[in-house]
């Protein structure tokens, strides 16, 4: 009698936490649909009034655009091809330069960083150059890698890099800086040189830094590129922007904004898979096989 | 019941022999505080640490424990006087040296198995026989199952034996343990104490381990150094006559433990108080 009623009671007890954790997903499932619709419903409400704005003339299309003539702008690239040639050869010639710039700046970053974390007085001496350097505007440099490099690739690849360069320094100096004390002291008293102490505690536990930085800086160097080929180029998304701007074709301009801005995202979306790669281990960074 | 006062028996303190695993003769440290202040660590300090002994170091916070540590591996430099290590003056990190900290120092981004690895790795050691020895070690402190574990995914405990295990696979004729149990619960620092001694006893190092815990220095030490509140030296010197292989869930009962904790005690209770009232008015 008395063990019925408890084996009941235990059945009971477990159909009710079934029905609770399916009603407890549910809600969750409901929630997510209810966000994914609103967001939509925003979109589709900013395109329509923007259209209907354009329309009715409330909105003037010859200065501020209409989603209908970005669309069939971007649609006449795809098919026709720019005035400067194919699209994608565009797309093509502004990621290259801001690849190229984002890895030299990315690694300049990192090594001087990592030296000048592990060494006292060369922090201490560059110290005040770097902060001169760093508080000069760096799109004005632009307008000097235009006349020193010319029209072509390496100016905008320098302008990207010096974009680049300095925040990934600041954070792999920072994150150096602040390795524990008590693992390096372990380290060092389980036998490691100093080579071994930078490879295996320095940059590992910097990583995290670096990786947090890499992922700001990549849309700096696409920002490096793109006012490099503004200030004067021969191909590449900046320079369709420039031409656009000329023309007064204002369909041009946010039809080039909005690819550039598809591109950062698709880059910005491979950077966050590369990085929950390395860094499996949040919140202790990083996994490095052996050594 | 018959209590043995001699169980405590008191040392007067002599040069130290050269033979010795640690000597620490007649130290004296001062720094000089990046606010341009002299500071005295620890003065007129004389310490002897025989092989295969196990010594503690016990005293009011700020008197200078960790100092005496960081003299043996070298890290810190005496402003006067001595320190030699197997009778050789210390002149750079001996690779006879093992620490176990009080701060968890595993490495986060290596795995159990690599943490442990680590230094023979660093020693030059070939990588397989470098991993045979680890899984072995890994195998001796009882984490068989989590070799590829990373150290956030184990509790407190398990890191502490893990660390362990970094430190003992390199075999050190001298280990220096730096409270390395405090930030553990009752319960397991009695088992990590327990295997301590477990692993002491086979490895015969000679052993210097700074508590503030005078119980844990009286059950697990043949010697304890009791210091004076900062800048510290040497108050007394006890020998601890208690047979081992000791257990230390019951060895806090037996009744000459106490009546050695007690005697100890009264020694270091007026330091303890010195330094706390110190620390009251210098806000430190």
Same mark, same amino acid.
Request: proline share 4%; net charge neutral.
């Given at each position: ?39 939509? &419903? ?22 501020? /655009?209409?989603?209908? !003539? ?14 400067? !040639? ?49 508080? +000069? ?10 006349? %020193? ?37 372990? %380290? ?23 990786? %947090? ?5 990549? !849309? ?23 031409? /656009?701007? !000329? ?8 039809? /080039?904004?909005?690819?550039? &801005?598809?591109?950062?995202? +698709? ?16 919140? %202790? ?7 | ?11 007067? $303190? ?16 001062? =720094?000089?505080?990046?606010?341009? #202040? ?6 007129? =300090?004389?310490?002897?640490? *025989? ?20 003299? @043996? ?16 003056? @210390? ?8 620490? @176990? ?10 795995? @159990?198995?690599?943490?442990? *690895? ?30 590829? #574990?990373?150290? #956030? ?27 390395? =149990?405090?930030?553990?619960?009752? $319960?397991?620092?009695?088992?990590? $104490? ?14 210097? =381990? ?62 303890? $108080? ?9 806000? #430190?």
């Amino acid at each position: 009698m008395n063990a019925m009623s408890s084996a009941e009671q235990a059945v009971a007890r477990a159909a009710s936490i079934v029905t609770a954790e399916a009603r407890a997903k549910a809600r969750l499932r409901r929630r997510y649909a209810l966000v994914i619709g609103l967001r939509l &419903a925003i979109l589709v409400i900013f395109l329509g009034l923007w259209e209907l704005g354009a329309d009715y003339n409330i909105i003037d299309p010859f200065f501020f /655009a209409s989603p209908s !003539g970005i669309w069939q702008q971007i649609w006449s690239w795809i098919t026709e091809g720019t005035s400067q !040639g194919p699209l994608w050869l565009q797309i093509y010639v502004t990621l290259e330069e801001t690849f190229l710039g984002f890895v030299i700046g990315a690694v300049g970053g990192i090594a001087a960083g990592i030296v000048l974390g592990r060494n006292r007085l060369l922090a201490d001496v560059f110290s005040i150059y770097i902060k001169i350097a760093n508080s +000069v505007p760096r799109v004005v440099l632009g307008s000097v890698f235009i006349i %020193a490099l010319g029209l072509g690739m390496a100016s905008k690849v320098a302008l990207a890099v010096v974009m680049v360069f300095f925040v990934v320094f600041a954070n792999a100096f920072q994150g150096v800086r602040e390795a524990d004390r008590a693992m390096i002291a372990n %380290a060092q008293i389980l036998g490691a040189s100093p080579f071994q102490i930078t490879r295996t505690v320095i940059i590992p536990s910097a990583m995290s830094w670096i990786l %947090a930085s890499l992922h700001v800086s990549f !849309g700096f160097a696409l920002v490096g590129a793109v006012v490099g080929e503004f200030l004067g180029a021969k191909q590449g998304m900046g320079l369709l922007i420039s031409t /656009a701007q !000329g023309a007064f074709n204002a369909n041009g301009v946010f039809a /080039a904004m909005i690819i550039l &801005a598809v591109m950062a995202l +698709v880059v910005e979306f491979i950077i966050t898979r590369f990085e929950d790669y390395v860094v499996k281990w949040r919140p %202790a960074p990083f996994n490095e096989q052996g050594t | 019941m018959q209590l043995q006062p001699m169980a405590a028996e008191r040392l007067s $303190q002599t040069a130290p022999p050269t033979d010795a695993a640690i000597a620490i003769d007649d130290v004296t440290l001062r =720094f000089v505080t990046p606010d341009g #202040h002299m500071m005295t660590a620890i003065r007129d =300090f004389t310490m002897t640490v *025989a092989r295969g002994e196990f010594a503690c170091v016990v005293g009011p916070t700020g008197c200078g424990k960790s100092t005496t540590l960081n003299l @043996v591996t070298g890290l810190l430099r005496p402003t006067t006087g001595n320190v030699r290590v197997m009778g050789n003056p @210390v002149t750079d990190i001996s690779r006879d040296i093992g620490f @176990v900290f009080q701060a968890d120092a595993l490495f986060p981004w290596r795995s @159990v198995i690599d943490n442990v *690895a680590a230094g023979p790795l660093y020693r030059g050691t070939p990588k397989a026989q470098a991993y045979e020895r680890a899984r072995d070690w890994i195998g001796r402190v009882g984490l068989g199952r989590f070799e590829k #574990h990373y150290p #956030h995914q184990l509790s407190g405990g398990m890191r502490k034996r893990v660390a362990l295990a970094q430190t003992f696979i390199n075999q050190p004729k001298i280990l220096l343990m730096d409270e390395p =149990f405090s930030a553990l619960d009752m $319960q397991t620092r009695t088992a990590m $104490q327990d295997e301590l001694l477990d692993l002491w006893s086979e490895q015969k190092s000679s052993v210097v =381990f700074v508590t503030h815990d005078l119980e844990e220095a009286v059950a697990l030490a043949d010697k304890v150094y009791v210091l004076t509140a900062g800048p510290g030296t040497v108050k007394s010197v006890y020998r601890i006559d208690l047979p081992r292989p000791r257990v230390m869930a019951d060895i806090r009962y037996d009744p000459k433990f106490i009546e050695i904790a007690k005697v100890i005690w009264n020694d270091l209770r007026e330091e303890v $108080q010195l330094g706390q009232n110190r620390s009251l008015q210098t806000g #430190h």
